[in-house]
């Protein structure tokens, strides 16, 4: 809305001649309780024009009216002018963004940008919480790509460490050669089993010290499965044959497993990134560090970073005998993220318990000169729980992403059966229907709510054909393509008209929205503006279905305006859910 904001800039001018900026005015959606669809805040206002916020209001609202031909009436409700635009306007600016294609399409902007994602344990299976971290990374990939970016969708997979070691010591003690194929278990999963078993064996022995006069800090140090975990990462780290082979072949499974999931979920990589590959690079990075007095030494000849003037305290960077941690693993592999694609941004989507930690990772790096620490960002996201509660993996109580998905699946058949919802459809078809609904619905209820909140994810309440939910959405898709179908398709012609209805005004707006919605959503990397805005075009539609008669109008114009208006919001739909990751239906 530029013309509004330079005409209001003209009538600050005009009536009380002042010289205001675009800045100084604020535009805003008008409530729908109020006539119009723009709304200009008067307050900031009112200090050049030395009345009140209504006065202002009305002197500015007069203005425009007279003088731009978009603007049919206004209204002031206390500081906040309330303007109504013609039906001409909005029909021409629609046109042109229809003959145009310009509805959210964004031209390469020249920056590149790295969103890392996923970053699973090699030692256990994907469950719910990395379901949210894979569809948040994979959906902010996709709107920043649609944005105009050149996106790099990066996995940073630990495939080394104790927890490693864990499951390999647990399978050569008690797995009697067990693997994928015999076992009929996905390698993920065998070798979270494995894990499992470690941590109740582990648990016994711990028991059995603690019964002898050990005290439970003793027990957990002194129990002999944990001392032959921590020698077998010994002997990882000095590569010894066995123990490599060893890794290599459960790694193996896990990775076969992982990309089952990841294909199920429909997400995918463009660069992946080992950790048992990265954890020595941050050595030089500490050396460059202790050379520029970032650094320095203490006498047992660990490693550290005084923050404490940042507000946070002293960091360990590098243990005495030499060996990384968790942070110089982390510098070495952002200094090699960049030197492989010099990106102008690169965000990482971990989970908000992890939230100090990358603030002294990008502190460390900007105090160490990199330039391109600015372009670094944590997308912290918050926990998932389900009704039963929060989730626990050493226990072996994970839900599962695999047993998630399937169960999500099977929940869609029942409910689509049940409304009748697959009349016509082959086998194959409503095999294909079920599965986009019941992942259209866990993908859905899980990218509306914003990253940084703690969710409580209800399978039953996010099937729900009338809900704020994935499948409400996905049915109006298939609507509109019944609605269009019926007419033969698509409409040719745009369909001449002079006037619009209350609801195809609104629908008309809510469309115009698009561009700025995706442009928020990429700036904020937050997938749920874009999720709540499809879910308000699609109840927006359904208003529009239920009170205008389409196929059954006899004018052809203004049939085929409504059969156009339907085609656009139709694309729209599809466009914002496919950001997502979620697929829609033609029929229902």
Avoid at 57 to 66: A, F, M, T, V
Avoid at 172 to 187: A, D, N, R, V, Y
Avoid at 246 to 258: D, P, R, T
Avoid at 553 to 582: D, H, P, Q, Y
Wanted: aromatic share 10%; glycine share 8%; proline share 3%.
């Amino acid at each position: 809305m530029d013309f509004i904001v330079k005409g209001t800039l003209e009538a600050v001018k005009a009536l009380y001649n002042a010289d205001l900026k675009e800045a100084d005015i604020n535009l805003q959606e008008t409530r729908k309780e109020f006539a119009g669809e723009v709304t200009v805040v008067t307050f900031p206002l009112t200090r050049v024009s030395k009345k009140s916020p209504e006065q202002t209001g009305n002197d500015i609202g007069e203005y425009l009216k007279s003088q731009l031909a978009e603007v049919a009436d206004y209204n002031v409700i206390k500081g906040f002018l309330n303007i109504s635009l013609t039906s001409e306007y909005l029909i021409n600016d629609f046109r042109t963004h229809i003959s145009a294609g310009t509805y959210g399409v964004f031209a390469p902007n020249g920056k590149k940008v790295m969103v890392e994602y996923s970053s699973p344990n090699t030692n256990k299976p994907l469950h719910l919480g990395h379901i949210r971290n894979n569809l948040l990374g994979y959906s902010v990939s996709k709107i920043l790509e649609a944005s105009g970016y050149e996106v790099i969708k990066a996995n940073l997979v630990n495939d080394r460490g104790i927890h490693i070691c864990k499951s390999m010591l647990a399978w050569k003690k008690f797995g009697e050669g067990e693997t994928p194929q015999s076992s009929g278990l996905k390698g993920d999963h065998l070798v979270g089993k494995y894990y499992v078993i470690f941590d109740k064996e582990y648990k016994k022995q711990i028991d059995e010290l603690k019964a002898a006069g050990q005290t439970e800090d003793e027990a957990k140090k002194n129990a002999p499965l944990i001392r032959e975990a921590q020698q077998m990462l010994q002997q990882w780290e000095a590569g010894e044959p066995e123990v490599i082979e060893l890794w290599k072949k459960m790694n193996g499974w896990v990775y076969e497993g992982f990309d089952v999931t990841y294909k199920k979920l429909g997400v995918s990589f463009d660069k992946y990134y080992y950790e048992s590959g990265t954890y020595l690079l941050g050595k030089d990075i500490i050396d460059e560090g202790l050379e520029k007095g970032v650094f320095f030494r203490k006498e047992d000849n660990s490693v550290w970073i005084d923050l404490t003037a940042d507000g946070l305290d002293e960091k360990l960077v590098l243990r005495g005998d030499g060996t990384s941690v968790y942070i110089t693993q982390d510098l070495g592999t952002a200094q090699l993220k960049y030197n492989d694609f010099s990106m102008d941004e690169s965000i990482y989507v971990v989970g908000n318990e992890q939230d100090y930690h990358f603030k002294v990772l990008f502190l460390i790096l900007n105090k160490l000169g990199k330039s391109w620490a600015r372009g670094l960002y944590h997308l912290s996201y918050g926990m998932v729980d389900l009704p039963s509660g929060k989730m626990k993996s050493r226990e072996g109580t994970v839900v599962d992403a695999d047993d998630l998905i399937a169960e999500m699946v099977e929940t869609a058949k029942q409910r689509t059966e049940e409304l009748g919802k697959v009349e016509g459809l082959s086998e194959d078809e409503k095999d294909r229907l079920y599965r986009m609904i019941g992942l259209g619905a866990l993908k859905y209820f899980l990218l509306k709510v914003e990253p940084k909140k703690r969710l409580l994810f209800d399978p039953n309440e996010s099937i729900d054909f009338q809900g704020h939910t994935g499948p409400f959405i996905q049915y109006t898709h298939a609507r509109i393509r019944s609605v269009l179908n019926k007419a033969g398709g698509d409409p040719e012609t745009f369909g001449e008209v002079s006037e619009l209805s209350g609801t195809e005004r609104e629908l008309i707006l809510a469309l115009s929205r698009y561009p700025a919605v995706l442009e928020a959503s990429a700036k904020e990397y937050s997938p749920a503006q874009l999720a709540n805005y499809a879910y308000e075009l699609a109840k927006l539609y359904n208003k529009f279905y239920h009170e205008e008669p389409i196929l059954k109008v006899e004018e052809a114009n203004l049939r085929n305006f409504r059969l156009k208006l339907s085609s656009v919001t139709g694309v729209i739909v599809r466009r914002s859910m496919e950001l997502l990751g979620i697929e829609v239906p033609e029929r229902m």
